[in-house]
């Protein structure tokens, strides 16, 4: 099974349908979704299956969550759309294709940031355990736990300064640095 979550990107060309189950909280289609766009785990995946899709021509990023081909169409739980050239966020209380109402993308590390050596933005990950609450920028959370404990969605984690990252292969210090400096 692929490990992390893909993107593909495109020119925007021939839009396809896509239905949604929470249609409320989601932008209708059609997304300009490709024929081979990769599905998160795979095509037999029974995880969460993001497919992520930039269009070049309109600096446009589009999501959705647990998605399904379906012939020349898809099918997702939920899809979100946004404008890579504005730091606008959803209405508050919206989920996206992930549970925090964030977009994915702008989180995942990408080969060539480790390749360059420096990641210069937050990183995304997930958490076994949320608590029923979320933190600017998120905008929903996806949990029933009020432990204060455990965290909001949006919260943000940094490493000490100090934690020691020789031990850690060059490929590795590259996350851990740009988690010491996550400001």
Same mark, same amino acid.
């Given at each position: ?5 893909? =993107?593909?990107? !495109?020119?925007?060309?021939? @839009? ?6 929470? %249609? ?7 997304? @300009?979704?490709?024929?081979? /766009? ?5 095509? %037999? ?11 070049? &021509? !309109?600096? $446009? ?8 081909? #379906?012939? $020349?169409?898809? %099918? +997702? ?12 966020? *959803?209405? +508050?209380?919206? !989920? ?13 590390? *990408?080969?060539?940031?480790? /390749? ?8 995304? =990950? !997930?958490?076994? #355990? ?6 600017? @920028? +998120?905008?929903?959370?996806?949990? #029933? ?9 949006? %919260?943000? =984690?940094?490493?000490? /300064? ?7 292969? $060059? ?8 988690? &010491?400096?996550?400001?």
């Amino acid at each position: 099974m692929p490990i992390g979550i893909p =993107f593909i990107l !495109t020119s925007g060309a021939n @839009p396809v349908p896509v239905s949604f189950e929470y %249609t409320d909280e989601s932008e209708p289609g059609p997304y @300009p979704i490709p024929h081979n /766009a990769p599905i998160e785990g795979g095509e %037999t995946s029974d995880g969460d299956r993001h497919v992520l899709v930039v269009e070049q &021509k !309109t600096c $446009k990023l589009y999501e959705l969550y647990s998605a399904r081909k #379906k012939g $020349k169409s898809w %099918t +997702a739980v939920s899809g979100a759309v946004f404008d890579l050239k504005s730091n606008q966020l *959803r209405p +508050a209380n919206w !989920t996206s294709a992930d549970a925090a109402g964030l977009p994915i993308l702008p989180g995942l590390v *990408r080969y060539e940031e480790i /390749a360059s050596g420096e990641i210069k933005h937050a990183i995304r =990950f !997930t958490a076994k #355990k949320t608590q029923k609450a979320y933190l600017w @920028p +998120a905008r929903h959370y996806a949990s #029933k736990i009020t432990d204060k404990n455990v965290p909001a969605m949006g %919260t943000r =984690f940094r490493l000490k /300064a100090s934690f020691n990252i020789d031990g850690f292969s $060059k490929e590795n210090q590259v996350i851990l640095r740009a988690l &010491k400096n996550m400001e």
